[in-house]
């Protein structure tokens, strides 16, 4: 069954520093979101993505926040100056869109921030 | 406006006996319902969803929950609970078809005593 599959499966990184949080999604899916989840807290919706641009996004995706469908088979979430109430886990999930159909998920980055 | 609530954080069963995770939720339109299991340090993986279709609605792993529109209910029960069910559950709601953003309930820990 496909599957959608994220890179790294953990990720540190030094507060202030960029990182790239990488994602494949079902090969022929339309929709794709990333949500993130604080240890201990809900999951949260960050962002939905469809036909080359952002459709939907939540108060915590500000501009530290970007996302990216670079080549037509990655999606990636780029956070530009990251701070430590970034550590999370971030997952990705794609949808094949249209009514009644569920989101795929992958397996998630932990992002710690040093 | 959508939103879920899930009205236990730890549910606690012994082994064999039967499950019941409890959801209600409350929607503008009609609403997608889904389950997702998150076994630790993995992904979110669809147990089951309901689309308007039939109100009992069977899942992988023996799960099966009910839409009660009446109780704005979807409550998750499987009859005889499996160690391997040991995990945390997440009742998902979506208004919009299911193609763009889902609201994540605050999840449901199940343990599973021998």
């Known amino acids: 069954e496909p599957e959608v599959t994220q890179t790294p499966s953990h990720q540190v990184t030094q507060m202030g520093q960029e990182v790239i949080l990488r994602c494949v999604p079902i090969?022929?899916?339309?929709?794709f979101y990333w949500y993130r989840q604080i240890l201990g807290q809900k999951v949260e919706f960050l962002v939905s993505?469809?036909?080359?641009?952002?459709?939907?996004k939540s108060e915590i995706f500000d501009d530290q926040f970007s996302v990216e469908r670079p080549d037509g088979s990655n999606f990636t979430l780029k956070i530009r100056s990251t701070k430590l109430e970034d550590s999370a886990m971030y997952f990705c999930?794609?949808?094949?869109?249209?009514?009644?159909?569920?989101?795929?998920f992958g397996d998630g980055t932990r992002l710690s921030i040093l | 406006a959508q939103s879920v609530t899930q009205l236990d954080s730890h549910v606690s069963v012994s082994e064999g006996t039967p499950v019941l995770l409890r959801c209600n939720y409350s929607?503008?339109?009609?609403?997608?319902l889904f389950w997702y299991v998150q076994h630790p340090n993995k992904g979110l993986q669809l147990l089951l969803k309901?689309?308007?279709?039939?109100?009992l609605v069977k899942g992988i792993n023996g799960f099966e929950a009910e839409f009660k529109k009446s109780e704005t209910s979807f409550h998750l029960t499987k009859p005889s609970a499996h160690m391997s069910d040991a995990a945390e559950y997440f009742c998902?709601?979506?208004?919009?078809?299911?193609?763009?953003?889902?609201?994540f309930g605050t999840g449901t820990k199940l343990q599973v005593i021998p």
């Open positions: 999930a794609s949808g094949a869109g249209g009514p009644n159909q569920p989101q795929h």
């Open positions: 090969s022929n899916h339309l929709y």
């Open positions: 993505f469809y036909n080359n641009e952002i459709s939907e």
């Open positions: 929607s503008s339109y009609s609403p997608s």
């Open positions: 309901y689309t308007s279709a039939a109100t």
């Open positions: 998902v709601v979506s208004d919009s078809g299911g193609y763009q953003k889902v609201t």
